[in-house]
């Protein structure tokens, strides 16, 4: 989390425990990416808590490793993986076709982001939140076209429970914009890592939900 030591850990270590829960609710392999994003949500919030120790205890080295193992988190998986994710769940042709074309959009994002990480340094400072350095990532056409693959996609998708995770994850955006501008990998991730929890909701109900019931289409 984006606060303390203390927060990060609880958080990571609750979501990691309900994202073993969420894979174990899956009846099908295609199932089981985006049921992972709880789990993955809670290793990258373990790993801000590390960084913030690594303020604590004067430990650059960690201060570096976790700065890029949370970057790539924030700025490489997430565009590629979550429309990934619901494409694999999308049966009817239309939708799944246009979610793959915002899985497009997400390599292409997550790509360039993977280059900028290595070509520039990106660095953390510790103030009341932890602030990630990384400007590249403030240009425009960038934030749109990573909103479009994390966010907008999901608005494709035959469940309501996808659906709503996409409009959610946008207003949180909003949110950590406006209020946390300076901070707003760390809030907005720690935000969708919250978020992330009806995932577990999503596949619970999804055993005994009937197909129309889910926002299914025949």
């Known amino acids: 989390m984006c606060f303390s ?9 609750a979501l990691s425990a309900l994202g073993v829960a969420t894979l174990r609710a899956t009846t099908r392999k295609v199932e089981i990416p985006f049921a992972a994003i709880p789990l993955l949500f809670g290793f990258q919030q373990i790993v801000e808590g590390v960084l913030w120790l690594s303020f604590r205890f004067e430990a650059p080295q960690l201060n570096v490793a976790t700065t890029y193992l949370f970057s790539l988190f924030s700025h490489v998986l997430w565009p590629i993986f979550v429309p990934f994710s619901i494409g694999l769940l999308e049966t ?19 790509l360039y982001l993977l280059y900028m990480l290595l070509e520039y340094p990106v660095t953390s400072v510790a103030t ?19 909103l479009a ?3 907008l996609g999901c608005f494709f998708s035959s469940s309501v429970t996808i659906r709503l995770f996409g409009v959610l994850a946008l ?7 406006e209020f946390f501008t300076i901070a707003l990998f760390s809030v907005w991730c720690f935000f969708a890592a919250i978020l992330s929890s009806i995932i577990f909701v999503h596949f619970r109900f999804a055993r005994t939900m009937p197909a129309h019931r889910l926002g299914g289409e025949t």
Do not use: D
């Open 149 to 151: 693959a994390t966010c």
């Open 128 to 146: 009341e939140n932890i602030v990630y350095v990384s400007p590249h990532f403030y240009k425009v056409p960038v934030m749109l076209l990573y």
């Open 171 to 177: 207003i949180l955006f909003g949110v950590a914009y």
């Open 5 to 13: 030591a203390t927060a990060s850990f609880i958080a990571g270590v």
């Open 92 to 110: 009817i042709p239309w939708r799944r076709e246009t979610i793959w074309g915002f899985q497009g959009i997400g390599l292409v994002v997550g």
